[in-house]
């Protein structure tokens, strides 16, 4: 099968990869944004969104929707295709897919990350009604309730002290021994509406919305009446494809710097998949219309 010849490629279909798409589409490139799933990315899991400007109390399927329907009606390629690897070939990049392959001068990376999950009964079942993965994101949702938060890493005591100062009560559930900075711990340790529990998340329950949930302890199960659960044992990214680049990367997720440029020239980066603090809707866009700014002038020096 013969490459498909473009002069970007996308990859990721969710806020970073459709602002991207759409700068490109606005410049005249002949681009094309590939993604193995539907348009979206994790958006389509969303229960809610409060903080994305301009689209207050919106559901993520719908805030999806919209982000697809701006990008089709400028004439924007979204192409299924997963990605098995990107290699060189010259000053040409090349995208090994499972539907087909493409060559490209440019490429833009926005795939994202795979949350950790727990694989706890209830918990797939109730995602998005009651068990959520961020705290900065959701945690609005819960003001003046009970929350559950199991993690035993410094980003899930970090997300229980945050949300303490919205819910009524935060039971925080550490199932290994805590790898937390002292600070963090003794914050928590000192807020009066935090508790403590030794213990393994065992069951999240509830029929349409979190009820409660059920964790081990040296002392038997327990059942917790919670109005949502945390489970906060971290994400992965979704950047092993490319492995034969060289690209730099911490654990995974990539170094780019202001301009969303990796060590590989031609390879930029955007969203949740970038090596960063904050991993938001709104920044993720910001970020694709900064590669998709700095692919441009890369395509165009190459055309010269």
């Given amino acids: ?18 602002t991207a798409g759409i700068y490109l589409k606005r410049s005249n490139l002949n681009a094309v944004v590939l993604d193995k799933d539907a348009p979206g990315g994790k958006l389509n899991n969303i229960h809610r969104i409060d903080n994305y400007p301009g689209a207050p109390e919106i559901a993520g399927p719908d805030l999806a929707m919209k982000f697809v329907e701006q990008a089709t009606s400028l004439g924007v390629t979204l192409d299924y295709g997963d990605v098995i690897s990107v290699s060189q070939d010259g000053d040409r990049f090349l995208v090994h897919t499972d539907n087909g392959d493409y060559s490209a001068l440019a490429v833009i990376v926005a795939t994202g990350v795979k949350t950790v999950s727990s694989g706890v009964n209830g918990e797939k079942q109730l995602r998005g009604r ?6 900065t994101c959701d945690g609005n949702f819960f003001k003046g309730k009970t929350i ?8 899930a005591a970090e997300d229980a002290i945050y949300l303490s100062s919205l819910a009524s009560k935060v039971y925080f559930v550490n199932p290994s021994p805590l790898e937390a ?8 340790k000192h807020a009066e509406n935090v508790e403590i529990l030794d213990g393994k998340l065992v069951e999240i329950e509830g029929d349409t919305r979190v009820s409660g949930a059920k964790i081990a302890t040296e002392d038997g199960e327990k059942e917790i009446a919670t ?27 990539i170094e780019a710097d202001a301009e969303m440029k990796t060590n590989v020239p031609g390879l930029y980066v955007a969203g949740d998949v970038v090596n960063k603090k904050l991993r938001q809707i709104v920044n993720a866009a910001g970020e694709g219309a900064v590669a998709a700014t700095s692919a441009i002038a890369y395509v165009h020096a190459k055309k010269k």
């Fill in 148 to 155: 559950m938060v199991v993690g035993y890493k410094d980003h």
């Fill in 130 to 135: 009651g068990v959520s993965y961020c705290a």
């Fill in 1 to 18: 099968m013969d490459n498909k010849i473009v002069d970007a490629i996308v990859i990721g279909a969710g806020p970073a990869g459709i």
């Fill in 181 to 188: 900075l002292e600070s963090h711990v003794e914050a928590l």
């Fill in 227 to 253: 109005d949502a659960v945390f489970p906060l044992f971290g994400e992965i990214s979704s950047s092993e494809f490319l492995a034969p680049l060289g690209v730099n990367s911490n654990k995974g997720f």
